[in-house]
T-cell receptor, first 116, second 117 residues
Framework: KAGVTQTPRYLIKTRGQQVTLSCSPISGHRSVSWYQQTPGQGLQFLFE???????NKGNFPGRFSGRQFSNSRSEMNVSTLELGDSALYLC???????????????FGPGTRLTVT | AQKITQTQPGMFVQEKEAVTLDCTYD???????LFWYKQPSSGEMIFLIY??????QNATEGRYSLNFQKARKSANLVISASQLGDSAMYFC??????????????FGKGTTLSVSS
C-alpha cells in the first residue's frame, strides 16, 4: 500500500506570495492532519480534515487554510507569506476518526518551504 | 504549559549499545496514547511504538521498547543494540482521548541520537 505523498517536496517563495501544498493520504484513510515544523517552535498542529470537513484548527493565523476533497486528498494554503512561514510542512493520515487515542498517524515526507 | 518534555537535546552512543531516550508528559485525561516517532535527516516522521494509558504491559516493537511509568508520567524509549541507521531525531508525542483537536498529536522538542561505530 502506498504511503502518504506530498507535493512539492521543496518550494521557494517570496514574501507576500501565496502557496498551495498538496497531500495524498494512504488509501482508505479519511483523516488528514497538517503540522508545521520549525527549529524554534518544533512540531505544531495546524488543522485536521475528515470527510471534507475541518475538524479542528491549531493556533495559527487565518492566513493558513486548508481543504479536503472527496477522495481524501488535502491541500493547505498559506497566503501573504512571511519569512517566519519557512518550515517543513508535514501531512499525516489516519485510518480513524477521533474518539480514541490509539490510532497511529502516518506521515508523509513533508514539503520544505523557504520564504525569501 | 508544556505537555511533553524531552530533556535530552542530544545523545551519543556506540553501535550495539542500548540507549534510553527520556520523555515525560502532563495530562489530566485518564485516557491517552503515547507515541514515539523517528525523523531521519530526510524529514519523514516514522512511527516506532505506541503505548496506551490503560495498557498493563510496556509496549515492544522489535528493538524498541517503551518504559511506561504511569505514576511518574514518563514514557521512555529504549533502543536495544543501536545501529548506525538509528541516528536521527526522536520525538515523543501524546494524544488525549478527550482532545477536541481530534487526531492532533502534541510533540516534544525531540532528542537527536547519534550512533557511532
Amino acid at each position: 500500500k502506498a504511503g502518504v505523498t506530498q507535493t512539492p517536496r521543496y518550494l521557494i517563495k517570496t514574501r507576500g506570495q501565496q502557496v498551495t501544498l498538496s497531500c495524498s493520504p494512504i488509501s482508505g484513510h479519511r483523516s488528514v492532519s497538517w503540522y508545521q515544523q520549525t527549529p524554534g517552535q518544533g512540531l505544531q498542529f495546524l488543522f485536521e480534515y475528515f470527510s471534507e470537513t475541518q475538524r479542528n484548527k491549531g493556533n495559527f493565523p487565518g492566513r493558513f487554510s486548508g481543504r479536503q476533497f472527496s477522495n481524501s486528498r488535502s491541500e493547505m494554503n498559506v497566503s501573504t507569506l512571511e519569512l517566519g512561514d519557512s518550515a517543513l510542512y508535514l501531512c499525516a493520515s489516519s485510518p480513524r476518526d477521533r474518539g480514541a487515542s490509539s490510532y497511529e498517524q502516518y506521515f508523509g515526507p513533508g514539503t520544505r518551504l523557504t520564504v525569501t | 504549559a508544556q505537555k511533553i518534555t524531552q530533556t535530552q537535546p542530544g545523545m551519543f552512543v556506540q553501535e550495539k549499545e542500548a540507549v534510553t531516550l527520556d520523555c515525560t508528559y502532563d495530562t489530566s485525561d485518564p485516557s491517552y496514547g503515547l507515541f514515539w516517532y523517528k525523523q531521519p535527516s530526510s524529514g519523514e516522521m516514522i512511527f516506532l511504538i505506541y503505548q496506551g494509558s490503560y495498557d498493563q504491559q510496556n509496549a515492544t516493537e522489535g528493538r524498541y521498547s517503551l518504559n511506561f511509568q504511569k505514576a511518574r508520567k514518563s514514557a521512555n524509549l529504549v533502543i536495544s543494540a543501536s545501529q548506525l541507521g538509528d541516528s536521527a531525531m526522536y520525538f515523543c508525542a501524546m494524544r488525549e482521548a478527550s482532545n477536541q483537536a481530534g487526531t492532533a498529536l502534541i510533540f516534544g522538542k525531540g532528542t537527536t541520537l547519534s550512533v557511532s561505530s
